[in-house]
């Protein structure tokens, strides 16, 4: 439609993008474009059907209709591997697994947990994986990683690239025997040498290793142990924070009040820079599945789109999203889509009237002179024009106000936007570091 | 940032896309990107620096900073052509001059007046040549553009591409000696055969062709005169609309209301499907340049984006943009932005709280019950939405009441939106018939 | 060097392709080009390094020189899948298995050896596989795999697409339950639906199966004795053309010379048209991984560089090619570069001076006036060429004559050519239809 | 045919490259491919033609044939810009100019003759500019290039690029005043700031500056007869090698012997990297568009096709073509194309048995010892080999003996092969320094 060359602007951020040449290849095409959609990590495709395609007849008996045009199985890890994995996790004293995407795009969550139990090893979980286990899981640790993979002698990344929140898995004990898990044959070894790489689809090799594992070998009591007694006093700093009564309100205490406020089938969004990172050590999802933002290095502006997603596809499911104002600032207009769709959904905008992440990160590399530019908004009134598409809205300044709005945009039955004003001058250490680029 | 491939999503958009592979080269790479983005007609390029790059530092002595890097200079048509050119327009009796985008993109307006003038040809103008003649120049002419060029001996096409609004170079009477001047040689021909193909700068070729007409020869005055007759004629049948008091607001009565809105200095913004259609045939702008719209099967959601362009560039002039509802749907939203910016214009939403450009072609041919689908909106306050950004805004009903707000909005020294109800069933024949995709 | 865009060009015909941009990044570069190159179906990596990354000097201990960076294992079949195939192989009354490229690119020859043992089904292979069961393999089958694939009740197509080869799947009996083994869930169902789809590798997954079928439950004898007839059958009509002592040589004459010569260990290439389709019904290969040619509508020349490559990896072995003389004609002077490294092998050319496969189709289809066009060569003396390079040659018009020059060729310890004047209007059926297009 | 993405592989080294999607449209899409292959800079189109659309049939009636479908019109110059620079050559005391390919692609060498002598400028050639001027012009000079352009006052670079053999830009003198013309805008200023940027036609440029440029003006004469002188004595050290009589033979003494065998009417070849180079300062031909070489960077190998190209599009022309063994191992066995089409040309190897240009660069660089890899040949009988093919060929070993044997070639009527055997231990000095990649 837009006279553009479509298909080559898609391809790099697609799995498959094509144009259908002829009316009759359509469903042949559309198949293609699903198996690939399916095939391995999954990942969106793109077909354009030009105009004249689109509008031109064809005899439907000349046409072929798709059925059974992908393989619904799972792909096995090499029995060789499983056992010298397995081997590994009986001798290990300090093992430790973190559990990536994967885990939750191939249906791994069980499986995980079984392993967890089998085995005696502490779990971590990032991106899409959070949730994989619940809270309460006893083998779920979230703030000892570092000390965790920093020390373990076996350790399993599953799932889950050496990306720059691994350090590009520099951040792993150079001495501890490394196995890599993995959809992606060309992901095993990228970025670091591991000990021990197995393709194949997550929750299929979690099963193998839990069989192979037998109950009674696990020597990671004490180890165990200790990571518990790191992971409860790594919390109390934060406490100050979490409780603060201050005004404007504390970005922490904003997170606390949404982890509250989550329900056990609450889908919880997060979209934004800063507040996202700070709400991730906090905010606990209890399902698998329920946990989502915008990825590594991802694309602000995923809240509302995967909200009307979610709503649309798990209609009885309850669907929070914590924004940061600068998100909201790009796709919050489409809150429009979700009140003509009738899609309700609670919007908490963490509103601090900059983009903090770039902001602070700017300061401390360029000075206030040259550093303090582009990166401030206002404090709009985000409430006040979702009521306006018809939706439901309420501000809050105080801290003690946060829940009672929250709880009123819940029952309101319309999409919702909580507008929380935050102190602007609190950011997370890490954003002045910019350790994300290092 | 978002570990993508960038370059490779932009280059089918721009003229130059790239990777800045070291810091030193910076300001090469710069430089390279604004010879291509002016290199013939003008288009975007996209540079990506790597953040590496950006942060590295480098010994300023060994940076190359390009300064004299690209030529202001035109590229001007072959003697031959222009002299081959002139002897057709003097021996004429039915001239006809079509002008686009590139009359304006290469300055031309001027030269435009002046050939017009002295070779007596009528001018017809598309794209960004809008506004390249005032609304009141006697060789100007809008509605009796197809009875032209289906009856010309002698058409020139000059800078405008043989596409869909030309019928891909069809309608032209296929006994006219066509002369096509454009600054690519890859358009010359394209789509249609054509007598002349004269490459180079429009601006130039004007000139040129000025310079060689002599004034006595012109044997066009029947021609110009009976032309005449025809634009008059066909502007009678819409005068209806125009000064329609119907409630919901007839869309014609809108643009009646906008064009006498325009001033002088007025740049108008056009960002919609039928709307803008119908806008395109009543609404004059005064001066070269001062007419932006989407382009051909063009991208919408350009209104705002536009509008912040054209403030910033030109701070004195005034900015009037028609939006449908549907296009303002989609970048509105960034009105936050000019708030932030202190860029003020006037925002004319026509809203009908439909796609109708879509809604009736899809009716056409799918009729009443498959063809009701994805093309409806709701009367949305966007005024009230706008307020809450900051900026001004107001909701008008009734036909007598457009033109006040349009004032206020145009004082209030602030981004502003003036929501205008119209009546949704109104729309454009060729909507109907979808004639832009035939 | 050459001032290409290299890596554009290569990257649709590699696995992976990349420029090197900083010279401490070349071996991890190399080591994902490896990785890639490895992983899943094997195929071409390209890097390019510029000049000045090559020529740079950098500090060998900032350098990470990736050591364990690609696994060694294999994928394996889901269970529940390999469950059903299983129950459909015993219940089958008319198995069969078409045997393709992955089966030996997985180094699956062994494991297929086993299955059709133990399953008790006819094997039929084409492309790389060809050799992967010895010729008198008794579950080796041939020529009657239109009826096997036509009348079987279970099929299972293992690493083999479904291309022109299998008419696009739509020569497989519609009736069978097909099972389709790939390494690339992508290739699962693509052209045809399948009853079930198997991702992994093909050695693996027939090692799955060997063990999951139990031997007793064949009832396939009766269908094997009778495709056993069918092959037999087929071989009679050829036989005329095999034993002609016909001048100028009939085609099919070279190709039983040159399969009695073959011995256990020699590596066969077949480069050309129409006399490659002709030898792959006649030269049996005794092992797997001995048969190579230009794979489904492949680039011709492929034979010198086959041959170079073949004999240094494996310089024990005895080389052998047949050339069509138009595909010796593209890449045969490179035989000057095996002269060079010292590198034997024998070429037989098949020299019918003319592009047969091409010349007899555009003939059927153009007729003889507008059809005899650019498809003619002269039968040019290559076997002296080849002796001015420095191998060995002889020129061979006689059917009696054709072997005592081969086995010179063999021991002369060179590469060498003997050049054997064909019949040029014999040409295999198939060619002037040109089914391969249908 | 081969199932490849051609179209993706030819686009980087095509103007134009794609697919005929529907049969009907075959003769617009070729008319497009024609019209981009000669727009601007000529250079290849590419279309891909699939079978199907091949084969099928479609009523004629339905099909454009598109016939005016490119402008044979130049593009001028602008002429304020050309003002300029003729007022700088008429104050000009040490003009120089250096002609690039530009100049033979847009038949300008009459201009540039015309040019020359009005405005009494030295004139330099490179690339396909060669010939441009007869050897004897007395504005033509070839040895003071460097002199010349690092001493000038005024230099025009006309239809070159700034690339290695220009330094990028920085050989020409920093305080001269630099015009640049060429093609394409995007070239203007590319590498190096220029005073003045004309973009246009080179025929038609040096037409508008001959016109402009009066006779009396030029100040030039002092400086013309100082390159004159510089240009005699630097033809001198080369002489002992031009009439060296050592066996093997000199390099300078095959390219001495070859000169002096052009014709007037000979269109002289040059495939090859040191012998080329070395053949680049004595060769001298006639006519413009008489020097044919693989360009700057080039690809090696464009000997044998670019020869069987010129004969076929001048049959009258005679063809000589300079190989350095190297270059005719990679395209040689192609003179047998030329057999079959009757085509004679005379080929000359300067057969020194290795990658001279190559192979000296590695020694300087890396030593004796790591440095010769994979950069010798063996003197292979090329004459041989020719002469199998169809053609006629002689060896040389002996200076004197160098003339007589290309004399026969020429009046064989073959397609033919003169094997020089040369001293493989000499090289230009270039080679060594490896100057192209600084």
Redesign the interface.
Known sequence: ?????HV??M???TKFAATV?HTRRIPEII??AF??A???WPGPSFLEIP??VL?AKVDLDKVRF??????P?????????IELATSWFQQAERPAVLAGSQVQFCRGAEALAHFAERARVPIYVNDAARGALPPTHPNLFVNSRRQALGQADVIMIIGAPFDFRLGYGQRLNPQAKVIQVDL???A???NR????????DAA?ILTQLTDAVSSQSSQSSDWLRALREVEEKSASPATAGLNSDQVPIHPLRLCKEINDFLTEDTIFIGDGGDIVTMSASLIRTHKPGHWLDPG????LGIGVPFAIAAKTALPDKDISVLFGDGAF?LT??DI?TA??FGLPFVSMVGNNAGWNQIRFGQLS?YGEKRGDVANK??P???D??VE???GYGELVTQPQDIRPPMERARVSGKPSCVNVILDPDIYRSGTMNQTM?K
Chains 1, 2, 3, 4 share one sequence.
Do not use: W
């Open positions: 439609m837009q006279d553009l060359d080559s602007i391809k790099p951020i040449p198949s293609m198996r690939e399916y095939n391995g105009r004249d509008d798709p059925e059974k045009y992908r393989s199985y799972k792909v096995y890890g090499d029995p060789k591997a992606d044959d060309g095993l070894g990228h040498d591991v000990a021990l790489g197995i393709c194949g299929a590594p290095l991802g694309t600032s919050g207009f429009d009140v003509r590399k908004l206002i709009t009134r985000y006040v024009i306006a598409m018809g680029y």
